[in-house]
């Protein structure tokens, strides 16, 4: 019998999640956008460090200043890619930010 809590270089590690419907939700009105820079890569190879994230900061902070005009919530943002989730969120009976529930 071997002792399933003790983890060996041949069993990595992965979380333990017994009911993965107590986590996941269904929004029927939510649209997703990953929004990545055609060319991010080789690009990089050509621009300076310093001049790639000031594009980077630029681009995406134009972005965050137009997510409450349409109601649209950044998610992530991760290298070059942009990830923001719409109809997700709405305000509750105080007045406070909170996800939709799921009749929509």
């Known amino acids: 019998k071997t ?9 990595p590690w992965r979380p333990g999640l017994l009911d993965f419907h107590a986590l996941a939700t269904w929004h029927p009105k939510v649209t997703l956008l ?3 820079i055609k060319g991010f890569t080789p690009l990089c190879v050509e621009v300076e460090p310093c001049a790639v994230m000031q594009m980077l900061n630029d681009l995406f902070s134009r972005f965050d200043a137009r997510l409450d005009e349409f109601g649209v919530y ?13 109809g997700l969120l709405q ?7 909170a996800v939709r529930d799921t009749s929509g």
């Open 3 to 11: 002792d399933s809590s003790v983890r060996t270089a041949s069993t």
């Open 34 to 36: 990953f929004a990545d």
């Open 74 to 86: 950044k998610v992530e943002t991760i290298g070059d890619c942009y990830f923001v989730a719409g």
């Open 91 to 97: 305000e509750d009976t105080d007045g406070m930010v």
